[in-house]
Structures are given as structure tokens and as C-alpha cells.
């Protein structure tokens, strides 16, 4: 660097012309580094980082501290060699402040003083012209502009005596200010009080940067559910918008001059409403989110009432904290709304059309931001939506409890669980521990669902195997010798898996029965909403087995029920590939029902689908020797985790010597008999391939199968092939209930299991819910795929501005010790609260590693508390906390910007 390198004063905006030097983060003579932080200066929006891109030892001349420089104006310099750094500051340097008494200042809107006379600002405006004397901020040049206001002379109270916007507004520029007069012909009454307010107020607001975002709203249930609790819709709305104010506080803060941001607790929500004589009032709904429905539609129409004949009190139609005006119901396709002084943000609601119903937010851009803004609005989106989250009641919260569900009358039963699986079981139980009559009717002899019988529990019996004999490869790593290769005996470890399954079939009925509920075995369909028939002609006494009503027609035990939890899982899906279905009947192609009858382990095996049954499956049979093709139709692998963990894990698994994965594969036919089959598929790419297998392996997915329940007899709703339910599980019958692989949605055992115990707090009038964005998942390959909450992409679709901090596996002291070095975490979190909202792993060990990240997630923990938190050594837990202080460095730098 032979010439110094001038560090000049950024344009960090595109509306800046010039910046105010608030620190220094180097001393002159410090070695700076590429991508360094030297300084911050304030801009016309913000105090933001200075970076430099070169390498050197910081030099003088250096602006100093308070010192202002116009965009592109040296404020130091980078010197190649330390011998050559100048300790000296630019000659311009900060004016002595003018005497408090001389320093103009202004009082602001949003405190209990007078109203401050805030000159309008007309949009589009020009700028004043710079001055001759010195030199004025963006913003005071924009306000004089805008009001005609000479700024020659001004005596400025910023450093340097710069002009800032306090100076315009003062009383100095008010003695120079000329309001643009727009003479209208005629005579005019004169305004009476509540008019002036609105008009000074409006005139105020149009100084306030603003910005407006929309979305559309389906209210067809907030609507009848306002109906039913016969409470007016806008006073719903408001109540809908006092929750999600609750959720994102910054809509409920205020900007106070100067500078300074006042935060409110209380949800004070003003409702427009226009009165003869009296124009545009807003009487407020005090403490909205914390008062129910039947409290607050009483105060509102006393409130309007009183409005109406002029007999508000000035307290009844002041300080608002939230402001929402409603013309839905006047026709109205779209508006948007201007907030008042001492709010915000407001919220325009138009007419629903096609789309829905128009919801527009208008909101002061000094304290809301545009994700700000899209939060709250998608918040605001599922309150309307799924009001019976909290209609009842006056919390905030979405698992706010429904009333418990009414069990008087002459019922065999409390409540029927239909399915003995994780769902149904976990319910059946919570219901048995608070006193509840509960039957449990399952298909098999005991209970414990595809998850214990044909799913979890005997898939990672043969994973355990499969993992014993990949380590195996890797003894020699540690100087371990004479245990490769290792040998698989399939008929033991076929007993080993049948033992597991049984015994905690057995156990789990003998814990089923010690709860006092009666088991009854046999398949049932409803007859109406309050009784079901249990037919026996399918059961057996096998319990690996899925059965079939062998006389689905027959009259069956009639049993009553006040309430009732459908829990029947869902089957594997046979698409309609051309062979397909003859296959499976012929035992050729096998599903996650019929692997299990394999007798040894085939030579060569084709598994079409790449979800989590697929991969995990694929990948357990290369471990056994297999020699396996994995065909997904899809460009990537495993849709439900997180994009890059999906990709590096497809190409784990293609490095396995026997595994090929051919992703947007199309089968087109499947033909032949067990232990001789062929599969005709195109690739990638079009070019048309025949394979030659021992057996086919469908893994596309599971899907439920409603019908034999005879739903339509109870009146349940169903939508694409799954029945509908609400986050508390309750289905379009208040009393019958829905969880697990027959709701859609993440079909794994754990969910289903939660989804049970929300349903059991629902009908026992507990608050619970269940929150798809706190859920999680493992898919068990080497290295295992996992996930819990959202990725940056999920964030984004629900209006969150996330960042994520990623670090691979291979760095880890412990992965290195035990050669486990493939893969990456992720951290996922809210770039304004810090708050952790998913993590994202491919790493061996996850399944154990995901633990301390749910709490995370469901905890609502921030990087700030996981950075701190002391983690052992040598643990791969030692990558949460430094990847928490790696985020939390970046955002600190970058959250001005």
C-alpha cells in the first residue's frame, strides 16, 4: 500500500448526504483487518457501521468524535506501515453547543403534554436548498422544503452547528414558516373542537414516515363465531388484533421526540366510527386483549351509544395505543388509513371479495419495520381465522382453554378413543388420569399402533444392527483390529425385533388396564354423533399383522359416548404405477406393512419414494449388504427437512458403495414375481432404464383411510383426503376429536402423541394446543437427519426476517475422535429478538443432540441464554453455544444496516 487508503464517509442510504462521526471503535495506530468495524456515524435514518475492506494500521487526519463530514469526505486513513501513522484529527472539529437557553427544542405527540405544532410534510416535497452559513441534515432540509422555511441564517443546535429538524420546528423557524394556502371560494363555518382535533391530528400524521402492507383475510369463522357469542364483528376484530399486538409489541409502542421510544403494556385498541355532526370519533376499548368478548362488546356499545348523542368523557376517545378503522361494511374495496398522534400503526379493513377480506396496516416507520409489520399481520391472519383458539376467553395465548367438554348424560363410555397408537393411547391415558370413563378400541390384540409393530420401534431395531456393523468399519480409525468384516445372522436378529415389540405390547395393555381403561379390540365406524359400532368379524390374535373387517356390514357392539378421539393412523400409499397394486398382492413389492416378512435379506432391492421411510430403509439394507437403487420422483430427497441438509445427505448416501439414489425419477412400470421383479424408470435426464431386483420397495407415503369409519354418520368434515381440525384437535363436532396420521400434517409417532394429549386437555377443559412450528423430526440414517421448528424459508413465509449460522460437524473435537465427521448444524433465529426458532442438523448422534434444541425452540430460548450457558467438554453440545455467540457477533454488526 504504497499510498494511504482514504477511509471516506459512506452513503448508507440513499438519502444521505452526510454523517455525523459517533465513535471510534479503533485507536489510531490499530491494525485493521479486512471487514473490520472502524467507527460508527449517524446517518439520516440511523447510527450505522463503518467497514473497511483493505488491510493497514488506522491513520490521521482523523474526523473526530461529533464531527461531520459530507458523503465521500475522508474521515481517516489506512497506512501500509506503522512508522507511518499520524496521530492527528481533521481540522474541522466539533463547535462548542450553543447555551441550553439557545438550543431549540420541541415537545412531542404521545406523551400527556400539550399537542406539539409538528408542521405538516407534504409527500413529494423538495428540499430546501443547502445553506450558504452551514449545513443542514437531510430531514431538516425536507421540513423546511416543505413548509416554505428560509434556512439562511438558522442557527443550527446540532454538532458544528448543523441545522437539525428540532431547529426548523422551533420557534425560529416558525417566525420564517409560510403554510402552503390553498384559497377555496365561498364562506366556511367555522370548525368545532372535535373537528380541529382530527384535522390538526391528520396534519400531523402526514409528517410520520409511512408504510402500508396488505393481506387478505378469510373471516367466515370469526364471523360466526362473533355471531354465536353475539358479539358485533368489529369488536372481534379488535379483540383478534389486541392478541397479535400482544404477540409483536413494537405495534403497540410510540415514537417520542427526541428520539427516545415509548413501550406500553396495556392493548388499548381505538375503533373509528363516524356520528352525525361530530365527523370521525375513535372511542377506546381499554385493556382489549385481556377482557373477553361478552365484557367488551358490552363496553362497546355503550360507548357508541353515548358517541352518537355527543357524551363521551375525553377519556373515552383519547390515547388510543392501536387504532383500527372498519369499513367492510360500507363496500369498500381497499383503503388504507393514517395513524394518530401517539400511535403507530392502524388498521384499514375493507370489503371481503374474492380474495378474502383486505387488511392493510399503516405504520410510523421509526418503530415498525416491514417484517414487523408482516408478522403481526400473519398473527392477526390466524387469529381471525381460528377463532375458536381464544373467542372464549381473553388471553393471548392460542392454547387459551375451551370449556370442558360436557360429559352429563347416559353414555356407556366418557369418551371412545378409536386407534391404539401413540395418539390414542397417550390420550386414552391423560383422560384415565383425571377420573374420565375411556374406552380404547384397537385393531390388534395390543396396543402400541404401526409405530411398535410395523414402524418405529422394529425400523430402528434393524438401524441398531445396521449401525453395529458400519462401526465395525471404522475400528481401525482407533487402532481397534480383528472385528471387520462383521457378519450379519438375520433369524437373530428377526427374534430380537420380535421380542422388543411384544413385550411392550404386552406391557403397554397391562398399563392400559391398571388405568381402569376398558380395551376393546375390533374396528369401529360411527352410526351418528354420539354412538359407534365396534365390529369384531377382522380380529386376530396376531399382533404384527394390519386386519380388516372381514364383514364390514355386520351389526357389531353398539356403544354411546359423549365425546370421541378418532386416532386410526394412516396406511402406506400404493400409487397408481402400472404393476404397482399386482405387485403387492403377489408379495413382490413390499410396503412398511410387509418388509417385515422378509426371510433373509435380498441381493438386490429397488425402494421407490426418498422420504423418511425410503432413506432410512435404503440405507439400512446397503448396510446389510444390499445391493440397493433408491428412486424418488422429486428433485431433492426428504421435503420435510431443511433444503441443504436434504442435499448433503443425498450425497452421503450415493458415496455408500451398494446405495444408488437417482433423484426426478419417474417409474413407469413394475412387473414380475417375488425374488425376480423389474422396474422400467426414466432418469434425471429422460434416458429409459430396466432393472432387475428381488423385490421393490414402495416407501411413497402414507394415507389415511377414512372410509370405513363412516364419518359422513357423525357429520365430521373432511378436506384432501384428511379430516379437519382446529390447533386444539376439535374436529367440526365440538365433541369429537381428531389427532395424528388422520389430520395430515407431520406423520410421526411423537406428533401424535402430543396432538393426543392436546385433545385430552381440550375435552377437560385445559389450555393446549398444538404448534406445527415447534415440532420436530429424525430421520434415522448415518449421519441422521433432524430437524425442530423453522427454517429461514419457513420463517420468511410467516413474516419473520430470520438468519441462520451454520458449522460443520467435521471441526468438532468429539466427531474427529470418532471419525463421525459428515454434516452440519444450523441454528435458525429472529433477527430483532434473537429468539431461537429452529435448529437443523445432519449429523450422527442427532437424535440425542436434538433434545437440548427443542427446549430451545419451545422454550423460546435467544442466543443471548444459549451462548452463555456453560456446555461440557469434549460434547458435540459445544456447537450450540459457539454457534449462538458466532450469530449473535454477526447480527450486533449488522443489525444497524
Known amino acids: 500500500m504504497a499510498e494511504p487508503y482514504v477511509i471516506k464517509m459512506p452513503q448508507l442510504s440513499d438519502t444521505m448526504t452526510e454523517g455525523v462521526l459517533v465513535s471510534w471503535e479503533k485507536e489510531i495506530g490499530e491494525f485493521i483487518e479486512r471487514g473490520t468495524v472502524v467507527a460508527t456515524v449517524e446517518t439520516d435514518k440511523a447510527i450505522m457501521d463503518v467497514e473497511v475492506f483493505?488491510?493497514?494500521?488506522?491513520?490521521?487526519?482523523?474526523?473526530?468524535?461529533?464531527?461531520?463530514?459530507?458523503?465521500?469526505?475522508?474521515?481517516?486513513?489506512?497506512?501500509?506501515?506503522?512508522?507511518?501513522v499520524e496521530k492527528t484529527e481533521a481540522s474541522a472539529s466539533p463547535q462548542p453547543a450553543p447555551e441550553a437557553e439557545e438550543r431549540p427544542k420541541f415537545e412531542p405527540a404521545g406523551t400527556s403534554k400539550p399537542k406539539t405544532k409538528i408542521p405538516a410534510m407534504p409527500g413529494g416535497a423538495t428540499p430546501a436548498p443547502h445553506p450558504s452559513h452551514t449545513r443542514a441534515t437531510p430531514y431538516a432540509r425536507q421540513l423546511a422544503g416543505a413548509h416554505a422555511i428560509d434556512l439562511a441564517g438558522m442557527k443550527g443546535s446540532g454538532p458544528d452547528g448543523v441545522i437539525v429538524a428540532a431547529d426548523v420546528v422551533s420557534g425560529q423557524g416558525a417566525r420564517g414558516m409560510t403554510r402552503?394556502?390553498?384559497?377555496?371560494?365561498?364562506?366556511?363555518?367555522p370548525m368545532d373542537s372535535m373537528e380541529k382535533a382530527i384535522a390538526h391530528n391528520m396534519e400531523y400524521s402526514l409528517s410520520m414516515p409511512l408504510f402500508r402492507a396488505t393481506v387478505y383475510v378469510d373471516p367466515s369463522r370469526l364471523v360466526a363465531a362473533a355471531k354465536e357469542q353475539g358479539s358485533s364483528v368489529t369488536v372481534a376484530l379488535a379483540k383478534a388484533a389486541a392478541l397479535a399486538v400482544e404477540e409483536h409489541p413494537k405495534i403497540n409502542s410510540v415514537y417520542q421526540h427526541e428520539d427516545r421510544i415509548l413501550e406500553r403494556e396495556q392493548v388499548d385498541v381505538g375503533l373509528?366510527?363516524?356520528?352525525?355532526?361530530?365527523?370521525?370519533?375513535?372511542?377506546?376499548?381499554?385493556?382489549?386483549s385481556n377482557r373477553n368478548l361478552a365484557e367488551l362488546s358490552a363496553s362497546w356499545a355503550d360507548l357508541v351509544e353515548r358517541a352518537r348523542i355527543k357524551r363521551l368523557k375525553p377519556e373515552e376517545y383519547s390515547n388510543p395505543t392501536f387504532v383500527i378503522s372498519n369499513m367492510g361494511m360500507l363496500g369498500v374495496a381497499y383503503f388504507d388509513a393514517i395513524p394518530s398522534p401517539g400511535t403507530s400503526a392502524i388498521l384499514a379493513i375493507a370489503t371481503t371479495g374474492s380474495q378474502g377480506m383486505p387488511v392493510t396496516i399503516t405504520a410510523d416507520h421509526r418503530i415498525v419495520n416491514g417484517a414487523d409489520a408482516a408478522r403481526f399481520l400473519n398473527t392477526f391472519k390466524e387469529r381471525v381465522e381460528s377463532p375458536e383458539t381464544w373467542i372464549s376467553g381473553g388471553s393471548a395465548s392460542p392454547s387459551t382453554a375451551k370449556e370442558a367438554l360436557p360429559l352429563e348424560g347416559d353414555w356407556d363410555y366418557d369418551v371412545v378413543v378409536i386407534g391404539g397408537g401413540p395418539g390414542g393411547e397417550d390420550c386414552a391415558r391423560e383422560l384415565a388420569e383425571h377420573g374420565i370413563k375411556v374406552a380404547l378400541i384397537n385393531d390388534s390384540p395390543f396396543p402400541g399402533g404401526e409405530c411398535l409393530w410395523r414402524?418405529?420401534?422394529?425400523?430402528?431395531?434393524?438401524?441398531?444392527?445396521?449401525?453395529?456393523?458400519?462401526?465395525?468399519?471404522?475400528?481401525?480409525?482407533?487402532?481397534?483390529?480383528?472385528?471387520?468384516?462383521?457378519?450379519?445372522?438375520?433369524?437373530?436378529?428377526?427374534?430380537?425385533?420380535?421380542?422388543?415389540?411384544?413385550?411392550?405390547?404386552?406391557?403397554?395393555?397391562?398399563?392400559?388396564?391398571?388405568?381402569?381403561?376398558?380395551?376393546?379390540?375390533?374396528?369401529?365406524?360411527?352410526?351418528?354423533?354420539?354412538?359407534l359400532v365396534v365390529d369384531t368379524s377382522g380380529n386376530s390374535e396376531d399382533p404384527f399383522a394390519r386386519t380388516q373387517p372381514t364383514q364390514p356390514d355386520s351389526q357389531g357392539q353398539r356403544i354411546?359416548?359423549?365425546?370421541?378421539?378418532?386416532?386410526?393412523?394412516?396406511?402406506?400409499?400404493?400409487?397408481?404405477?402400472?404393476?404397482?397394486?399386482?405387485?403387492?398382492?403377489?408379495?413382490?413389492?413390499?410396503?412398511?406393512?410387509?418388509?417385515?416378512?422378509?426371510?433373509?435379506?435380498?441381493?438386490r432391492l429397488a425402494v421407490i419414494g426418498g422420504g423418511a421411510i425410503g432413506v432410512e430403509m435404503a440405507q439400512i439394507f446397503q448396510d446389510f449388504g444390499t445391493e440397493v437403487l433408491l428412486l424418488e420422483a422429486q428433485e431433492r430427497l426428504l421435503a420435510e427437512v431443511e433444503p441443504e441438509v436434504g442435499k448433503l445427505l443425498a450425497e452421503i448416501l450415493n458415496a455408500d458403495p451398494r446405495l444408488t439414489v437417482q433423484s426426478s425419477a419417474k417409474v413407469q412400470a413394475i412387473s414380475g414375481q417375488p425374488g425376480a421383479m423389474q422396474v422400467a424408470f426414466d432418469d434425471s435426464e429422460g434416458t429409459s432404464?430396466?432393472?432387475?431386483?428381488?423385490?421393490?420397495?414402495?416407501?411413497?407415503?402414507?394415507?389415511?383411510?377414512l372410509e370405513p369409519l363412516a364419518l359422513d354418520q357423525a357429520g365430521v368434515a373432511i378436506a384432501n383426503g384428511v379430516i379437519q381440525v382446529d390447533a386444539q384437535c376439535t374436529t367440526s363436532k365440538s365433541h369429537i376429536f381428531a389427532v395424528g396420521d388422520v389430520i395430515g400434517g407431520l406423520m410421526l409417532a411423537h406428533t401424535a402423541g402430543q396432538q393426543g394429549r392436546v385433545a385430552a386437555a381440550t375435552i377437560l377443559g385445559e389450555p393446549h394446543a398444538y404448534e406445527l412450528e415447534k415440532d420436530c423430526g429424525v430421520i434415522f440414517t448415518r449421519p441422521q437427519a433432524a430437524f425442530v421448528g423453522l427454517s429461514v424459508a419457513q420463517a420468511k413465509e410467516r413474516g419473520v426476517d430470520a438468519a441462520e449460522v451454520k458449522m460443520p460437524i467435521r471441526i468438532d473435537a468429539k466427531a474427529m475422535i470418532n471419525n463421525e465427521t459428515e454434516g452440519l448444524i444450523k441454528i435458525v433465529a429472529d433477527k430483532a429478538s434473537h429468539r431461537i426458532i429452529g435448529v437443523h442438523f445432519l449429523a450422527d448422534h442427532a437424535d440425542t443432540l436434538i433434545g437440548e434444541a427443542v427446549m430451545m425452540v419451545t422454550g423460546k430460548m435467544t442466543l443471548e441464554q444459549v451462548a452463555r450457558a456453560i456446555h461440557p467438554h469434549p460434547t458435540q453440545t459445544e456447537l450450540f453455544g459457539e454457534m449462538a455467540r458466532r450469530l449473535l457477533s454477526r447480527l450486533r454488526r449488522t443489525q444497524r444496516r
Open 455 to 531: 414402524g418405529c420401534i422394529p425400523s430402528k431395531t434393524w438401524r441398531a444392527a445396521a449401525d453395529r456393523i458400519r462401526d465395525r468399519a471404522h475400528d481401525s480409525h482407533l487402532g481397534v483390529g480383528g472385528t471387520t468384516p462383521a457378519a450379519l445372522n438375520w433369524k437373530a436378529l428377526e427374534a430380537t425385533r420380535r421380542h422388543v415389540l411384544q413385550s411392550r405390547g404386552e406391557m403397554a395393555l397391562k398399563t392400559d388396564k391398571g388405568m381402569k381403561i376398558k380395551f376393546i379390540q375390533g374396528h369401529a365406524r360411527f352410526a351418528d354423533e354420539h354412538h
Open 180 to 189: 402552503r394556502i390553498f384559497e377555496v371560494p365561498g364562506t366556511g363555518r
Open 560 to 603: 354411546s359416548f359423549a365425546g370421541a378421539v378418532i386416532a386410526t393412523g394412516a396406511p402406506p400409499f400404493i400409487p397408481p404405477i402400472p404393476g404397482a397394486q399386482e405387485g403387492v398382492q403377489a408379495g413382490g413389492v413390499l410396503t412398511s406393512d410387509t418388509v417385515w416378512g422378509l426371510e433373509r435379506v435380498p441381493e
Open 272 to 288: 373509528a366510527v363516524a356520528t352525525e355532526g361530530m365527523g370521525l370519533v375513535v372511542p377506546v376499548l381499554r385493556d382489549t
Open 689 to 705: 432404464h430396466r432393472l432387475e431386483v428381488d423385490y421393490v420397495l414402495m416407501a411413497t407415503g402414507k394415507r389415511p383411510n
Open 54 to 84: 483493505r488491510e493497514g494500521y488506522l491513520s490521521g487526519p482523523q474526523l473526530p468524535v461529533d464531527g461531520v463530514a459530507a458523503v465521500g469526505e475522508p474521515i481517516a486513513y489506512l497506512v501500509a506501515e506503522a512508522e507511518q
